[in-house]
């Protein structure tokens, strides 16, 4: 059985002893089904009208939203009472991932319609609000939308300005303010729009016709030129009790924990764009040929086409375990609120938000370098990619706060040092095993500091959340090489990359990390005893490994594994 990992601690489960972990390999039939339904929607309703789309044509976008409703897309996690679905969050990866390979602005669109726009209705939503919204969401006859943030409040979200006061004459709330950079502004037909009142942020459905939301113009943007981006203006608009979600100033509650399987769920996606950069430039780089050598010929792009997939191969390990853990955890757990079983998840979701959105900056400027001045034209697909790709680094909080998140829950968290157990002498197990041992040390240490100091020193929460990121990647992509077994080759040689780059990695951060936080004997101490590199072992030829990555990528014209 999958672990739930509901215990309070960041520690892992043990190498050798580790739970049947889920990944990509463990599709069922149905849903390698659902895979190639979605990736049919893309060749079908999406590529071919890029154009189109990314002139903002309102009238085939709604329609393309009702095409991905009649194939059951936009209602993969509402409840089945509901008419949907009901196939948890893996599954709700899937098609993300498979609308971001080639989805282009739609992908963004389409998350927010069926990640944010959605899930506050399940999650929070009475039995009337989820009888009338879900079903039209669902379906597609009703585009869905999240406005929180606000010109004065972006990454401090819940600090905006946007007031909701009762009217007892009119029977209602009266919201006043707005809502800035409101994906699906103006396809939507019902925002959740979050206001403060005297007991606290509180989040309200708000209706498209309802009097007083108007919408401004679209607003110019670098890159998913497709989404409708927009301000929301609420002058007096006037929102029913009824239409109260959730609990009057608990809004922070339902902002929170929906934005946390948001950030989830954008990794997916991220992850499927990445694909698809990888694919246009593996078949550009055969065509294209300098000095009467196919591109894929030299050396240094070989070395760039391995390093594309192995960081590919790290995302797609961490986000599909990540998300089986979360749905096994609300299975086991029923009893208790989602929210609460998926707050114990801050860490892992923040980082996959991390990583899918700084690989996929990676592979698309890699895209773009390989197509070289081609990659600079709009012709080019990799050009419209590497602009869309940037603003996955600053939405559903920026990296910088979500490296926060990752630190503060493991702060929160810390317990004891983990397992001394050694796995037999596998070398990348004990990279991993090394690195953790490490990491321990270094978070008791910060745990023995006044907790103000350290969150306050940025920097160490920076390097925390990427160690915490260096290892969880590593552990991923180990334990899915393990269960694949000795025939999986080309997983193993992804993996033996990963692991010894990635402690690498960790071992440049610790030392950093105890330079600042400890300048004096102990810290000095555990300096030497990290160069040391006592338990280890030797490097090894890894640019050799990765010639031979690439020819398995090169020979496919796309991501292997």
């Known amino acids: ?25 463990d599709l069922t039939e149905d849903e390698i089904m659902i895979a190639k339904t979605t990736e049919k929607f893309v060749e079908q309703q999406i590529l071919p009208n890029v154009e189109s789309l990314e002139q903002h044509d309102y009238q085939m976008e709604r329609e393309t939203f009702a095409a991905a409703g009649e194939l059951g897309l936009l209602a993969i996690e509402i409840p089945e009472a509901y008419g949907g679905l009901e196939l948890g969050k893996h599954v709700a990866g899937l098609v993300a991932e498979n609308i971001g390979n080639g989805g282009g602005s739609f992908s963004v ?12 209705y399940i999650n929070y939503g009475n039995e009337e609000q989820k009888q009338k919204y879900l079903s039209q969401l669902g379906s597609g006859a009703w585009v869905g939308a999240y406005a929180l943030t606000e010109p004065s409040a972006g990454s401090d979200a819940l600090k905006g300005k946007a007031k909701a006061i009762w009217n007892e004459e009119k029977n209602a709330w009266i919201l006043k303010g707005e809502k800035q950079w409101i994906t699906n502004a103006n396809l939507a037909q019902v925002y959740v729009v979050f206001a403060n009142t005297e007991a606290g942020i509180t989040a309200f459905i708000v209706e498209r016709e309802m009097d007083g939301l108007s919408v401004g113009p679209e607003e110019k943007k670098m890159g998913i030129k ?14 029913p009790q009824e239409n109260v979600l959730g609990e009057i100033g608990k809004g922070h509650k339902i902002a929170m924990n929906t934005l946390n399987l948001a950030r989830l769920k954008l990794s997916f996606a991220n992850l499927g ?42 995302v797609e390990s961490l986000v599909y375990q990540t998300a089986a853990r979360i749905d096994d955890a609300l299975e086991k757990n029923s009893e208790q609120h989602s929210s609460k079983v998926v707050g114990q998840f801050i860490a892992e979701c923040a980082t996959g938000k991390i990583q899918g959105s700084e690989v996929l900056a990676a592979v698309a400027d890699e895209a773009v370098q390989i197509h070289g001045g081609y990659g600079f034209m709009q012709e080019y697909e990799v050009e419209r990619i590497y602009r869309d790709a940037r603003i996955s680094r600053l939405f559903e909080g920026t990296n910088e706060i979500n490296r926060l998140a990752v630190a503060k829950a493991l702060f929160s968290q810390f317990r004891d040092q983990p397992s001394e157990k050694q796995n037999g002498n596998n070398r990348n197990a004990m990279f991993i095993l090394e690195a953790e041992r490490h990491f321990a040390e270094i978070l008791k240490a910060l745990a023995a500091m006044p907790r103000e100091d350290v969150l306050e020193a940025q920097e160490f929460s920076r390097l925390v959340a990427n160690i915490y990121k260096e290892i ?12 694949a077994g000795s025939g999986a080759s080309l997983k193993q040689l992804m993996t033996d990359v990963i692991c010894e780059e990635g402690y690498d990695n960790v071992e440049r951060d610790l ?29 090894e030829n890894l640019l050799k490994k990765k010639r031979d990555i690439s020819e398995y990528v090169v020979n496919a014209e796309k991501y292997q594994t």
């Open 109 to 120: 669109a389409y998350n927010i319609h069926a990640g944010v726009g959605t899930s506050p």
């Open 226 to 239: 497709g989404t409708s981006t927009a301000t929301l203006i609420l002058d007096e608009l006037a929102v």
């Open 1 to 25: 059985m999958m672990s739930t990992r509901l215990s309070g601690t960041p520690w892992w489960d043990d190498l050798l002893d580790h739970p049947d972990i889920f990944t990509p390999e």
């Open 472 to 483: 969880s990647i590593m552990r991923a992509v180990y334990l899915r090489a393990e269960k």
């Open 511 to 539: 030392i950093r990390l105890w330079s600042a936080v400890d300048d004096g004997a102990e810290g000095n101490e555990m300096i030497e005893r990290i160069r040391a590199r006592a338990h280890v072992p030797a490097v």
């Open 273 to 314: 764009t990445a694909k698809r950069a990888l694919e246009l430039t593996v078949k550009y780089g055969k065509e294209r040929k300098q000095f009467q050598q196919h591109l894929v010929d030299f050396p240094m792009i070989k070395e760039k086409i391995a390093n594309m997939n192995i960081a590919i191969f790290g």
